[in-house]
């Protein structure tokens, strides 16, 4: 199976660790949004979509990614990281699935440090995250999701 994760990770890279952990398992193909590349979705099996969360939800670079290249009926799931609360998370992105006939395969979150805003002050919240703990459980998601569709 052919999978692919495009992801946005910055500030402390919690979401690329993920991401990374999940492509080891599995042998995915990891696309960063930011950069500018040729993307062909259409040529996976399954496409995944990871952000850190940010006021609540995933970054706007993914979802803007996900709106130009996700080709109609493609399998999907989501990953994110997040330092306090997941928000809606994913909710932006499920419903771009359901329009286009996406089945979801399911959503993935753990958390990661973070120091943004008033976090800052207190230096940070998730310290130490995403942990050992955190990549397995990223792991057997994948493992488990790639098997369901494999």
């Known amino acids: ?14 979401t690329r660790k993920v991401a990374e952990a999940m492509a080891l ?3 995915a193909d990891l696309i960063d949004v930011t950069t500018r ?14 952000s850190g969360i940010y006021g609540f939800e995933f970054h706007r670079a993914v979802t803007a990614f996900a709106r130009q290249y ?4 493609k399998p999907v ?9 997941r928000g809606a998370g994913a909710k932006e992105l499920e419903g771009l699935a359901r329009e286009r006939g996406c089945p979801v395969l399911g ?14 002050l207190v230096g940070g919240i998730a310290k130490g995250h995403p942990d050992e703990q955190d990549l397995k459980n990223a792991r057997e998601f994948f493992r488990e999701m790639r098997d369901r569709q494999g």
Do not use: W
């Not at 996700?70 to 009926?73: I, M, Q, T």
């Not at 959503?107 to 800052?120: A, I, M, N, S, V």
């Open 1 to 14: 199976m052919k999978i692919a994760i495009c992801y946005y990770s910055r500030h402390h890279g919690n």
């Open 25 to 27: 398992e599995g042998g």
């Open 70 to 73: 996700l080709p109609e009926g």
């Open 77 to 85: 799931f989501f990953v994110c990281t997040y330092g306090a609360l």
């Open 107 to 120: 959503t993935f979150g753990c958390k990661g440090y973070d120091t943004f805003g008033p976090f800052r």
């Open 37 to 50: 590349q040729t993307v062909r979705l259409e040529e996976y099996d399954c496409v995944g979509f990871a």
